[in-house]
């Protein structure tokens, strides 16, 4: 039952909840359908748990920014829980561990150069090597998905490890096919199961793939960690270090690297593919993009993060990219850490929320950390290939099917582009 004054929704059935009313596979269609019946503001049950629906500009900042602190927590009961063993940052329980860590990440970024000079040439570097990939393959049909998955991943892991990895490489190629496979298992049927009937989760059931990648990446992490404490030099910092001491144990840092690594892999490179795929399928967007780019570039090496000021057309291209990219389409559980009220609802704390609105990185003190890193990604790369190369939809690819799979990160079905290098002025 829902407690007094909580926010309506669908009646739920006994032990099964409003499970019913979700597809499983792909329940967004549905929250959109519940919007409509209930508003801004609704509940579900999935099982017996209630989950506060947030929808709309209004009741996202009244939440996530207004009540940011109130709404701050995360659900310690879930898959997703389960899957990183209760470690790491993003899924950490508002209080003083993911207060250090949240202080630790942002302090890594800008000492690795993020709101400097040294992150644009960092991202600049990697842009290089995927230009080289798409000019070996000039005037084939192409899979665009491994590169940009590989970009993303090499511009954070140069924070994270100091190092980059070839595309073709296969520790790092491990790493980022769990990411891929648990972004869909996360927000896939048997999670939502996993999270309604507790009494499942010990059954040899497919979710268990999950636990079995996040394994993986930790026995490949650790491999790093050890070798990176082996070869340190105290005082002199290459990238980011633990201390035994503190709450940055071994087993801490390995979960943690993991949770920056995954952040900034499969949600960057995503909303690149969907960019891609769109601007191949109106070629006359491309075009009005490569227009203004060479405008504002002129006769200059490359792009700068500064550049966007005066590329009002790019930038806002960029942002309709992030908006139907939709990539991360339920953001990430939030919970209530004391009682609180929303849009005249009340809200007892301990009952979860999944913000649905669109602000592609949150809001309020849980925010993404990575937005400055992210949005510099999108631009310098979206700029740059766009400035070299036209990206064509190949004749015999049939219709684009713009469908996107649902996941923690939305993603676009696999597509295939042709490139051609642009005429040099
Ligand atoms: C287009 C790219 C990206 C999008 C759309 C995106 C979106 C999001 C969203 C919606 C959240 C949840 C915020 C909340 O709970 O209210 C989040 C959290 C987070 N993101 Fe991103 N993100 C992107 C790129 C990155 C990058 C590059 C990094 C790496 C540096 C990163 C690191 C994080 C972290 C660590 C959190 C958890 C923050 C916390 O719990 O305090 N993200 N992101």
């Not at 996202?60 to 063993?85: S, W, Y």
């Not at 201390?243 to 087993?251: G, L, Y």
Request: hydrophobic share 35%; with cysteine.
């Amino acid at each position: 039952r829902r407690p007094k004054n909580f926010p309506p929704g669908p009646s739920p059935l006994p032990i099964l909840g409003n499970i019913l009313e979700l597809s499983l596979d792909n329940p967004l269609k549905d929250f959109e359908r519940l919007r409509n019946i209930y508003g801004n503001v609704y509940s579900v049950f999935l099982g017996t748990k209630a989950a506060v629906v947030i929808n709309g500009m209004k009741a996202m900042k009244d939440a996530m920014v207004t009540k940011g602190i109130d709404f701050a927590g995360r659900p310690q009961d879930l898959f997703v829980n389960d899957t990183t063993e209760r470690k790491g940052l993003i899924l950490a329980d508002y209080g003083q561990c993911w207060k250090d860590h949240r202080r630790f990440a942002l302090m890594t970024l800008r000492n690795f150069g993020l709101g400097k000079n040294s992150m644009e040439e960092r991202i600049h570097g990697e842009i290089k090597y995927i230009t080289d990939d798409l000019e070996k393959n000039i005037g084939k049909s192409y899979s665009p998905q491994l590169i940009f998955h590989n970009a993303a991943s090499n511009i954070i892991c140069q924070v994270l490890f100091g190092q980059r990895y070839e595309y073709d490489d296969e520790f790092i190629g491990v790493i980022v096919k769990c990411f891929t496979d648990n972004a869909k298992l996360a927000n896939g049927p048997w999670a939502m199961l996993y999270d309604s009937f507790p009494m499942i989760r010990s059954l040899p059931l497919p979710f268990r793939r999950a636990f079995k990648n996040s394994k993986t990446c930790q026995a490949l992490a650790l491999t790093i960690v050890q070798e990176h404490k082996k070869t340190r030099v105290p005082g002199q910092p290459r990238d980011i270090k633990g201390d035994d001491a503190s709450t940055f144990s071994e087993d801490m840092m390995i979960i943690y690297t993991l949770d920056l690594h995954f952040a900034g892999t499969d949600t960057t490179s995503n909303t690149l593919l969907t960019g891609f795929l769109y601007l191949i399928t109106y070629p006359h967007i491309q075009e009005r993009c490569q227009q203004e780019i060479d405008e504002v570039l002129g006769e200059k090496d490359q792009a700068s993060f500064e550049d966007r000021h005066n590329m009002p057309y790019v930038q806002a291209v960029t942002h309709e990219i992030q908006r139907v990219a939709n990539t991360v389409p339920l953001s990430v559980p939030h919970c209530t850490i004391k009682d609180t009220e929303l849009m005249g609802y009340s809200i007892p704390k301990g009952e979860f929320v999944k913000p649905e609105a669109f602000m592609p990185f949150s809001a309020g003190p849980r925010m993404c950390l990575g937005e400055g890193l992210a949005r510099m990604e999108l631009f310098l790369i979206l700029v740059t290939l766009l400035r070299k190369f036209n990206f064509i939809w190949p004749e015999d690819a049939g219709k684009p099917d713009y469908t996107p799979v649902y996941g923690v990160t939305l993603t676009p079905q696999p597509y295939n582009m042709k490139v051609q290098l642009r005429e040099t002025k």
